[in-house]
């Protein structure tokens, strides 16, 4: 499922969203487009249960200014190490901002949180947002440390970094 609104890419960029490949939820998905959407930029929704190999290859052929990966089935830590350096390994993405975020896993222990979040900041990802809510994605965007520039450009890899926030919500 490719959910694409109509018309020009918005000023912003573009920036590709999708579920891990083992992760079935559309709404968290719905949500996240529009809130990108009413933040200015032009979204590709891949949607739920995503291949690795096609969102590389979906990524490949829209370059997007963002790449934002989404889980809330506990998945997304597992999955996440494999897809980063799927998506690092092509030169066309290596510097694309890539941030992954939701229910991540089952672990209710901060410190192993924080942990499997640093893995996921090696294996390639710029920002994870374990156990957070939509907003902070947001705030993240309007930080500057992402492709939220205000210019709308891309501006390669971001600082790495873990937001962590209320559990049982996802970005």
């Known amino acids: 499922m490719v959910n694409e609104p109509a018309g020009p890419p918005a000023p912003r960029g573009t920036v590709v969203i999708s579920s891990v490949a083992s992760d079935a939820h559309t ?3 719905v949500l996240l487009q529009l809130l990108l959407e ?6 590709v929704n891949l949607g739920p249960c995503v291949p690795d190999a096609l969102l590389v290859e979906e990524c490949v052929l829209r ?4 790449v934002v990966v989404s889980s809330i089935n ?3 830590y597992t999955d996440g190490l494999r897809l980063a350096p799927r998506l690092r390994a092509r030169p066309e993405l290596a510097a694309t901002p890539l941030v992954i975020g ?3 896993d089952v672990v209710e222990d901060a ?11 090696e294996a390639g990802f710029d920002a994870v947002f374990a156990d957070a809510h ?6 993240y965007l309007r930080s500057g440390d992402s492709a939220g520039q205000p210019s709308g450009q891309s501006v390669g890899r971001a600082a790495p970094r873990t937001v962590a926030g209320a559990q049982g919500t996802t970005p």
């Open 27 to 29: 709404w968290n998905l």
């Open 38 to 43: 009413e933040m200015g930029y032009h979204v």
């Open 63 to 66: 370059r997007p200014t963002m």
């Open 74 to 76: 506990g998945h997304g």
């Open 102 to 104: 939701g229910k991540l």
């Open 111 to 121: 410190v192993e949180r924080d942990r499997q979040s640093a893995a996921l900041l």
């Open 134 to 139: 939509a907003t902070d994605l947001c705030r």
